[in-house]
Protein backbone atom coordinates (compact mmCIF):
# COMPACT_ATOMS: atom_id res chain seq x y z
CA UNK A 1 0.00 0.00 0.00
CA UNK A 2 1.24 3.57 -1.16
CA UNK A 3 2.26 5.67 1.69
CA UNK A 4 0.43 8.69 2.13
CA UNK A 5 2.22 11.98 2.53
CA UNK A 6 1.69 14.47 5.20
CA UNK A 7 -1.49 16.28 5.07
CA UNK A 8 -3.06 14.26 2.35
CA UNK A 9 -5.50 11.22 3.30
CA UNK A 10 -8.06 9.36 1.52
CA UNK A 11 -11.27 7.30 3.03
CA UNK A 12 -13.05 4.53 0.94
CA UNK A 13 -12.81 1.36 -0.68
CA UNK A 14 -9.51 0.47 -2.38
CA UNK A 15 -6.66 1.27 -2.73
CA UNK A 16 -4.06 4.96 -2.70
CA UNK A 17 -1.99 7.02 -4.55
CA UNK A 18 0.96 8.88 -2.21
CA UNK A 19 -1.41 12.01 -2.29
CA UNK A 20 -4.81 10.41 -1.26
CA UNK A 21 -6.28 9.63 -4.04
CA UNK A 22 -9.10 6.05 -4.67
CA UNK A 23 -7.56 4.28 -7.53
CA UNK A 24 -11.48 2.79 -7.70
CA UNK A 25 -13.16 6.05 -7.87
CA UNK A 26 -10.67 7.57 -10.30
CA UNK A 27 -11.13 4.64 -12.68
CA UNK A 28 -15.11 5.13 -12.38
CA UNK A 29 -15.03 9.64 -13.23
CA UNK A 30 -15.47 10.41 -16.74
CA UNK A 31 -14.21 12.60 -18.74
CA UNK A 32 -14.57 16.33 -19.38
CA UNK A 33 -13.37 18.85 -21.58
CA UNK A 34 -9.79 17.98 -20.94
CA UNK A 35 -9.53 16.36 -24.80
CA UNK A 36 -11.10 19.18 -26.40
CA UNK A 37 -8.75 21.55 -24.78
CA UNK A 38 -6.19 19.48 -25.78
CA UNK A 39 -7.09 19.83 -29.47
CA UNK A 40 -7.54 23.26 -28.88
CA UNK A 41 -4.39 24.20 -27.30
CA UNK A 42 -2.55 21.52 -29.83
CA UNK A 43 -0.43 22.91 -32.75
CA UNK A 44 -1.77 21.65 -36.35
CA UNK A 45 -0.13 18.12 -37.01
CA UNK A 46 0.36 17.31 -33.35
CA UNK A 47 0.33 14.10 -32.29
CA UNK A 48 2.29 12.81 -29.40
CA UNK A 49 1.35 13.48 -26.07
CA UNK A 50 3.23 12.61 -22.24
CA UNK A 51 0.39 13.10 -19.93
CA UNK A 52 2.45 13.80 -16.68
CA UNK A 53 0.22 11.97 -13.97
CA UNK A 54 -2.28 9.80 -15.59
CA UNK A 55 -4.39 8.32 -12.99
CA UNK A 56 -6.77 6.13 -13.94
CA UNK A 57 -6.68 6.83 -17.59
CA UNK A 58 -9.62 8.64 -17.48
CA UNK A 59 -8.15 11.42 -20.03
CA UNK A 60 -5.58 9.01 -21.41
CA UNK A 61 -8.80 6.60 -22.94
CA UNK A 62 -10.36 9.55 -24.29
CA UNK A 63 -6.80 10.62 -26.03
CA UNK A 64 -5.95 7.29 -27.59
CA UNK A 65 -9.54 6.88 -28.96
CA UNK A 66 -9.39 10.04 -30.54
CA UNK A 67 -5.94 8.99 -32.39
CA UNK A 68 -3.27 10.53 -30.17
CA UNK A 69 -0.10 8.55 -29.27
CA UNK A 70 -0.03 8.81 -25.52
CA UNK A 71 3.12 7.92 -23.07
CA UNK A 72 1.40 7.89 -19.89
CA UNK A 73 3.06 8.87 -16.55
CA UNK A 74 2.26 8.07 -12.72
CA UNK A 75 3.61 7.29 -9.39
CA UNK A 76 1.34 4.71 -8.75
CA UNK A 77 1.60 1.74 -10.24
CA UNK A 78 -2.30 0.75 -9.47
CA UNK A 79 -3.12 3.69 -11.05
CA UNK A 80 -1.52 2.60 -14.21
CA UNK A 81 -2.51 -0.80 -13.96
CA UNK A 82 -6.12 0.57 -15.23
CA UNK A 83 -4.51 2.25 -18.18
CA UNK A 84 -5.00 1.01 -21.95
CA UNK A 85 -4.11 1.90 -25.19
CA UNK A 86 -1.02 4.04 -24.25
CA UNK A 87 2.71 3.22 -23.41
CA UNK A 88 2.57 3.30 -19.34
CA UNK A 89 5.43 4.42 -17.13
CA UNK A 90 5.65 4.25 -13.31
CA UNK A 91 7.58 7.36 -12.12
CA UNK A 92 7.38 10.52 -10.33
CA UNK A 93 6.45 13.45 -12.51
CA UNK A 94 9.66 15.34 -10.66
CA UNK A 95 12.18 12.25 -11.53
CA UNK A 96 11.44 11.62 -15.40
CA UNK A 97 13.79 11.34 -17.59
CA UNK A 98 13.06 10.28 -20.69
CA UNK A 99 14.86 10.79 -23.99
CA UNK A 100 11.73 11.25 -26.53
CA UNK A 101 9.94 14.44 -26.93
CA UNK A 102 6.74 15.34 -27.50
CA UNK A 103 4.32 17.41 -29.43
CA UNK A 104 1.94 18.02 -26.44
CA UNK A 105 2.92 17.88 -22.90
CA UNK A 106 0.40 17.74 -20.44
CA UNK A 107 0.28 18.61 -16.66
CA UNK A 108 -3.63 18.33 -15.90
CA UNK A 109 -5.47 17.75 -12.75
CA UNK A 110 -4.38 21.09 -10.87
CA UNK A 111 -0.93 19.62 -10.13
CA UNK A 112 0.75 23.27 -10.75
CA UNK A 113 -0.56 24.31 -7.38
CA UNK A 114 1.43 21.54 -5.56
CA UNK A 115 2.48 22.90 -2.05
CA UNK A 116 6.32 22.74 -2.22
CA UNK A 117 7.60 25.24 -4.80
CA UNK A 118 10.50 23.56 -4.91
CA UNK A 119 7.87 20.21 -6.28
CA UNK A 120 6.39 22.28 -8.80
CA UNK A 121 10.19 23.83 -10.67
CA UNK A 122 10.64 20.28 -10.77
CA UNK A 123 7.46 19.16 -12.35
CA UNK A 124 7.68 22.23 -14.95
CA UNK A 125 11.18 21.47 -15.19
CA UNK A 126 10.07 17.84 -16.72
CA UNK A 127 7.61 19.41 -18.90
CA UNK A 128 10.17 22.02 -20.56
CA UNK A 129 12.51 19.16 -20.65
CA UNK A 130 10.13 17.13 -22.35
CA UNK A 131 8.74 19.13 -24.87
CA UNK A 132 9.44 19.46 -28.52
CA UNK A 133 10.62 22.17 -31.40
CA UNK A 134 7.39 23.91 -31.95
CA UNK A 135 5.59 21.84 -29.17
CA UNK A 136 3.42 23.03 -26.20
CA UNK A 137 2.78 22.82 -22.86
CA UNK A 138 -0.62 22.60 -21.71
CA UNK A 139 -1.12 23.06 -18.01
CA UNK A 140 -4.56 23.01 -16.02
CA UNK A 141 -4.92 25.46 -13.14
CA UNK A 142 -7.89 25.82 -10.54
CA UNK A 143 -9.39 28.71 -12.22
CA UNK A 144 -11.37 31.87 -11.37
CA UNK A 145 -13.01 31.57 -7.98
CA UNK A 146 -12.10 27.80 -7.53
CA UNK A 147 -11.92 28.31 -3.91
CA UNK A 148 -14.41 30.18 -3.49
CA UNK A 149 -18.79 29.76 -2.34
CA UNK A 150 -18.01 26.42 -0.89
CA UNK A 151 -19.31 23.93 -0.30
CA UNK A 152 -20.05 22.90 -4.28
CA UNK A 153 -21.44 20.03 -5.43
CA UNK A 154 -21.71 19.02 -9.23
CA UNK A 155 -23.65 15.81 -10.36
CA UNK A 156 -22.84 13.12 -12.79
CA UNK A 157 -24.73 10.68 -14.45
CA UNK A 158 -22.95 8.24 -11.56
CA UNK A 159 -23.11 10.12 -8.35
CA UNK A 160 -21.92 13.47 -7.11
CA UNK A 161 -18.64 15.57 -6.17
CA UNK A 162 -18.48 17.75 -3.64
CA UNK A 163 -16.01 20.30 -2.54
CA UNK A 164 -16.73 20.60 0.96
CA UNK A 165 -13.90 22.69 2.20
CA UNK A 166 -10.78 25.13 1.41
CA UNK A 167 -9.24 26.29 4.77
CA UNK A 168 -6.32 28.73 4.61
CA UNK A 169 -3.62 27.21 7.10
CA UNK A 170 -0.51 29.27 6.79
CA UNK A 171 2.20 30.21 4.20
CA UNK A 172 -0.33 30.92 0.93
CA UNK A 173 -1.28 26.92 1.37
CA UNK A 174 -5.05 25.82 1.93
CA UNK A 175 -6.61 22.51 2.82
CA UNK A 176 -8.72 21.35 0.87
CA UNK A 177 -11.22 18.50 1.60
CA UNK A 178 -13.54 17.02 -1.08
CA UNK A 179 -15.80 13.95 -0.96
CA UNK A 180 -17.08 11.45 -4.25
CA UNK A 181 -20.90 10.02 -4.33
CA UNK A 182 -21.72 6.78 -6.13
CA UNK A 183 -24.83 4.59 -5.22
CA UNK A 184 -22.27 1.82 -3.88
CA UNK A 185 -19.45 3.57 -2.65
CA UNK A 186 -18.57 6.71 -1.19
CA UNK A 187 -14.47 8.54 -1.16
CA UNK A 188 -13.54 11.03 1.19
CA UNK A 189 -10.41 12.92 -0.56
CA UNK A 190 -8.18 15.59 2.16
CA UNK A 191 -5.07 17.55 0.63
CA UNK A 192 -3.37 20.31 0.44
CA UNK A 193 -2.18 22.76 -2.51
CA UNK A 194 -0.87 26.80 -2.79
CA UNK A 195 -3.18 28.82 -5.00
CA UNK A 196 -1.29 30.77 -7.61
CA UNK A 197 -1.83 34.31 -8.90
CA UNK A 198 -1.42 34.95 -12.02
CA UNK A 199 2.04 37.25 -11.76
CA UNK A 200 3.32 34.19 -9.31
CA UNK A 201 2.18 31.56 -12.14
CA UNK A 202 3.44 33.35 -14.89
CA UNK A 203 7.00 33.38 -12.32
CA UNK A 204 7.26 30.09 -11.60
CA UNK A 205 6.74 29.25 -15.20
CA UNK A 206 9.81 31.24 -16.47
CA UNK A 207 11.87 30.06 -13.41
CA UNK A 208 11.60 27.01 -16.21
CA UNK A 209 12.08 28.47 -19.14
CA UNK A 210 8.63 28.72 -20.45
CA UNK A 211 5.33 31.64 -20.62
CA UNK A 212 2.32 31.75 -21.07
CA UNK A 213 1.12 31.73 -24.56
CA UNK A 214 -2.47 31.73 -24.29
CA UNK A 215 -5.73 31.05 -21.78
CA UNK A 216 -7.66 28.62 -23.81
CA UNK A 217 -10.91 29.07 -21.70
CA UNK A 218 -12.65 32.04 -20.05
CA UNK A 219 -12.23 30.72 -16.72
CA UNK A 220 -8.70 30.75 -17.06
CA UNK A 221 -8.33 27.02 -16.12
CA UNK A 222 -6.10 25.84 -19.24
CA UNK A 223 -3.04 27.32 -20.32
CA UNK A 224 -0.92 26.84 -23.34
CA UNK A 225 2.74 28.12 -22.04
CA UNK A 226 5.82 27.52 -24.75
CA UNK A 227 9.01 27.40 -24.32
CA UNK A 228 11.24 31.08 -23.88
CA UNK A 229 13.90 29.94 -26.47
Known sequence: MARIRKGYRGEGPGAFTPDGCAVDMWDRLKVREEPDMIALGAREGARTVLEL????????????????????VDESPEMLDRVRGAKTILSTIEDLRLEERFDVV?????????????????????????????????????????????PRISRHPGGSVSILASDP???????????????????VHEFRCRPLTDREFEAILAESNLAVDEHLDEHRTWVRALPLD
Do not use: K, N
Open 169 to 187: IGDGVRAVRIEYEFPDAHW
Open 106 to 150: LLASYLVHTVEPESCRAMLDACRAHVADGGVVLIQREGIGWHDEL
Open 53 to 72: GCGAGRVTHALVERGWEVTA
